[in-house]
């Protein structure tokens, strides 16, 4: 035996002793589906381009956030985020102030002139989409992207749909959707304005299509009806919206009455008071706490100074002399009319009651059915007409931008996957990562950012945005307080925490593996991973 | 403190590694290439803290020391787990003698080492509670005294768990063990009883003594690579959870010794030459009940008629304790 002079016994390492049959449960990296991807009606994976902004790399993360929605600028801008209400960040101090950051990156993008990656090799196959608002922008840049020939038939004179009738200036500022137009617009995608379509299947042939994607929006003001004595001045609020972009500026007079109580409703009574009316009062039938408007959007509609009558009715129109009826809430919560009257002096009435879509363009589709005033498609986004599929708020859904560039998307790669011949079938979602799996020790307390606001003076004299961006610093400050909830963020905890050395590193970017040799399976790892990326899972005997 | 904290609020601050700061403010045991002193396939139970925290400081003092460790190991625990003839995990020089004599020992391999000239080579003297309060005590405070060129680290995990979990003098009040049963009217260790060994040894004056915590491994590796950088005695003090001897479940190991510490039942601190010289300021205070609701050697405390009185008690223990070691934040 060859050992120094004194030792007359070798030793052997422990390596020869395998612990990992100890083992009755193994710890297994996972994946799971952070609450904001969850959330997301556009499919954003946030946290995965939340991580590209933590490092700085701004444009790396923009180009994983366009991977999924084409309106970085104008989304950050208008979505009502329903991601920041998932946030499990939430439940440690404040969610991560997402859409700022979305917006932050939007505009580093504009300010850069960064481009979207030129599309692959042609399909050989040309689509026809209807209606050039945020559905059918959405869907033209995916199936661009996909390969495919993309023409838009717009109506209007000007892209954008409600982007641009819809939501005023102050909210979006049109130089930042031109912008995003403009660029998906550069993928080769054909724009024909002022182009009506009155029988889709006569576009269709006329133009040669293999498919068509209709995207019309609801552009319809909904009437309701009321007495009236003397008709006094009426307008409905998509006209009152839309007359702001076309030129034609809507004459409101000083004293203005919005009935309704959606986004619409706040959206029509700020605009009135940059257009100088002293008053702008919103009737409403119901409660704050029921009204469908976004809470956050009342609250700056407040600061203007827009006041609102909650529980009223209009009742009659005499000229200038509404009656409103005072209603109380049943059993139900439905509002019920209590008799008392009162009377308002105003110029003009604005009814923002909703909207419906104008589906003369489909009369003569066979298999087609339409419900509620609205088109029913199937869960590929397709209408019962083959070949033509439909989305945004001309389908059942709830009316917002995100959900209409969601619906875009996803109508585009089922267009793209019946264009060939197949179907598309959507990746397995992971398990949703929950707050009770988050480790909240290892994370910072850190309250949110806040974006500067316009002052009120200065919003009820004019068009200017309301809501700032975040500086550098902030928007990097911000995005490193996503939690990375369920994706594993290379924080080396599980390689720090083993006894047994059985994680292994396999370095940046690799994330880590486990040593089942030596793994005793006493959870340690899982059990102070941050974000929930472990899995404790049973062994089988 | 040595420890500059990060001013690196929103996440991964207190993560072992983190891609967003520089390597070199990332903690030892981050590095793809750390020493991995006690390697895999040691015996240790799942969960065990006494093996992480001794990977923690060793492989943090082999980084201090350039890879010129020698370590000195009392019987305990470590001793057993990690070298049943013919096996070792130890990837350093590694030496056991006898229960209580591990002091004893590193004195001398210290001063076989300056006799022979080797100023580089670094002697760590290490074992658990009962090798190093009760049955070391005598060797380790002539080493202290003499000002032996050694660092001894104490990995504590309360009690003599090699042998069956009997009480040792760092058992805590109250704490069930095989030896201070609580069965038939008796409420487990006595209240007043034990020591505390980090402020013995400081009051020996030697030039380094510290607390340290498997939940704060940053701390913990400032302490000993800062330690590694003096000469002299010095001794640092680790509490290891036991999932065996404390009744709790192996994958609530840090988490003890993070509650053990925000509760203030364990104080980290440092002192040189016997002065205070820096604390851990708790970051989540906790009450007691949080850290003891865990363990089944407290189970007699709670269930239906929780002992309110006994809780109290230990409540007012780590109460002192912040108050004495300026813990608060």
């Known amino acids: ?541 | 403190m040595k420890l500059q904290p990060v001013k690196f609020y929103q996440k991964q601050t207190f993560t072992v590694g983190n891609r967003l700061v520089a390597g070199h403010a990332r903690a030892v045991q981050a590095n793809m290439r750390r020493t991995n002193s006690l390697n895999s396939g040691h015996r240790a139970c799942q969960g065990c803290g006494e093996a992480l925290g001794a990977r923690y400081a060793i492989d943090a003092a082999m980084q201090a020391t350039g890879n010129r460790v020698i370590a000195v190991n009392a019987t305990g625990c470590l001793e057993v787990f990690s070298t049943p003839y013919p096996e070792t995990s130890w990837q350093i020089p590694w030496i056991h003698s006898l229960f209580g004599n591990a002091a004893a020992v590193a004195s001398g391999v210290a001063a076989a080492l300056r006799v022979k000239g080797r100023k580089g080579d670094r002697v760590i003297a290490q074992g658990g509670d009962g090798g190093t309060m009760d049955i070391g005590f005598g060797c380790l405070s002539g080493m202290f005294e003499r000002n032996d060129d050694v660092l001894y680290i104490c990995y504590d995990n309360e009690a003599y768990m090699n042998t069956g979990v009997q009480r040792s003098s760092a058992t805590p009040a109250a704490a069930h063990t095989a030896t201070t049963p609580a069965a038939r009217g008796r409420s487990g260790n006595v209240f007043g009883t034990g020591k505390n060994l980090p402020l013995i040894a400081m009051a020996h004056e030697i030039p380094y003594v510290a607390t340290a915590s498997i939940a704060n491994l940053r701390d913990l590796e400032v302490k000993v690579m800062y330690a590694m950088s003096l000469r002299g005695a010095r001794y640092i003090h680790i509490s290891v959870p036991c999932p065996l001897g404390w009744g709790s479940l192996p994958a609530d190991t840090i988490k003890l010794a993070r509650l053990a510490v925000e509760s203030g039942l364990f104080p980290l601190f440092e002192a040189e030459n016997g002065e205070i010289t820096g604390r851990y300021q708790l970051r989540h205070r906790v009450p007691v009940t949080e850290y003891l609701k865990l363990q089944k050697r407290y189970a007699h405390l709670f269930g239906d008629t929780p002992d309110l009185r006994t809780i109290g008690e230990i409540q007012a223990i780590a109460d002192r304790n912040i108050r004495r070691f300026g813990l608060a934040a």
């Open chain 1, 1 to 541: 035996m060859d050992t120094p002079y004194g030792i007359t016994l070798d030793t052997g390492s422990s390596l020869a002793n395998h612990t990992g049959t100890w083992r009755t449960s193994r710890p297994v990296y996972v994946d799971r589906l952070p609450p904001c991807n969850h959330a997301c009606p556009a499919g954003e994976d946030i946290q995965g381009w939340l991580y590209h902004a933590e490092s700085g790399a701004y444009r790396e993360a923009w180009q994983a956030l366009v991977q999924n929605n084409p309106f970085p600028a104008v989304m950050g801008r208008v979505c009502y985020h329903p991601c920041e209400s998932a946030c499990n960040r939430a439940t440690l101090d404040e969610a991560v102030n997402i859409h700022a950051v979305e917006r932050f990156l939007g505009d580093e993008a504009l300010k850069h002139h960064w481009k979207f990656d030129p599309p692959p090799e042609a399909s050989g196959k040309s689509v026809l989409i209807v209606g050039a608002g945020p559905s059918g922008l959405s869907a033209a840049y995916h199936l661009a992207r996909l390969g495919h020939r993309v023409t838009i038939y717009e109506a209007g004179p000007m892209a954008g749909g409600m982007m641009r009738f819809g939501i005023p200036k102050y909210r979006l500022p049109r130089d930042v959707l031109d912008a995003e137009i403009d660029r998906i617009l550069a993928l080769g995608v054909t724009l024909e304005l002022d182009r009506r379509v009155d029988d889709i299947l006569e576009a269709m042939r006329g133009g040669g299509f293999d498919a068509a994607f209709l995207a019309v929006g609801a552009h319809i003001g909904k009437r309701t009806e009321i007495p009236a004595v003397s008709a006094g001045r009426i307008l409905d609020a998509v006209s009152v919206l839309r007359g702001m972009e076309t030129g034609e500026r809507p004459q409101l007079g000083r004293r203005v009455i919005v009935y309704g109580g959606g986004n619409t409703a706040l959206d029509v009574a700020r605009t009135a008071k940059r257009l100088g009316a002293s008053e702008a009062l919103i009737v409403y039938r119901r409660t704050r706490e029921q009204m469908p408007a976004h809470a956050a959007e009342l609250e700056e509609a407040l600061e203007e100074g827009v006041m609102v009558r909650w529980l009223n009715t209009i009742k009659r129109i005499d000229d200038t002399t509404f009656t409103v009826e005072r209603m109380t809430l049943d059993a139900e919560g439905r509002p019920q009319p209590t008799g008392e009257l009162e009377t308002i002096e105003a110029d003009t009435l604005v009814l923002a009651l909703g909207q419906d879509v104008d589906l003369s363009l489909l009369d003569h589709v066979p298999g087609l059915a339409v419900d509620k005033g609205v088109v029913r498609v199937d869960g590929n986004m397709m209408t019962g007409h083959a070949g033509i599929f439909a989305g945004g708020d001309m389908v059942p859904c709830e009316r917002t931008v995100t959900v209409a560039v969601g619906h875009g998307k996803k109508a585009a790669r089922h267009v793209d996957a019946w264009l060939r011949g197949s179907v598309y079938t959507p990746l397995p979602k992971h398990d949703l990562a929950a707050a009770a799996q988050i480790n909240a020790w290892y994370y910072a307390d850190a309250p949110k950012s806040v974006q500067p606001a316009l002052d009120a003076l200065r919003r009820q004299s004019g068009f200017e945005e309301v809501l700032g961006g975040l500086a550098e610093d902030t928007a990097l400050f911000e995005a490193r307080r996503c939690l990375s909830c369920g994706n594993c963020f290379e924080c080396d905890n599980c390689y720090g925490v083993c006894p047994d050395n059985a994680v292994v590193k396999l370095g940046p970017g690799k994330r880590f593996e486990i040593n089942y040799d030596y793994c005793k399976g006493c959870a340690l790892c899982a059990e102070e991973c941050p974000c929930g990326a472990i899995a404790m899972v049973p062994e089988t005997i």
